[in-house]
């Protein structure tokens, strides 16, 4: 996974798919989609001053695409406008 954005509050990350990232069907597995929205969002709170890192209480992932091995696919985070 590379770090193309961070900091405010905001982190943009991609990642290009691997073997390793794929389930049986040769598509990105779920658990790697949720460990990337996991991790990069646990950035973006970093990313502000005024936070530490936190605990993912609630996760909701939506998928409108499948990816294959080679592909790349970018996962973004930003926290709300004045959140504390």
């Known amino acids: ?3 193309i954005e961070a900091g405010g509050g905001r982190c943009i990350c991609e990642l290009k798919v691997a073997e390793e990232h794929q389930n049986r069907g040769g598509t990105l ?3 790697m989609t949720a460990t990337l929205v996991d991790v990069v969002s646990t950035a973006a709170l970093m990313s502000n001053d005024n936070t530490g890192p936190g605990v993912s209480v609630d996760m909701s992932v939506s998928l409108v695409y ?3 091995q080679l592909m790349k696919c ?3 985070s930003s926290l709300p406008v004045n959140w504390y």
């Open 66 to 68: 499948t990816l294959l």
């Open 29 to 31: 597995h779920g658990g």
């Open 1 to 3: 996974m590379n770090i």
């Open 74 to 76: 970018n996962c973004a």
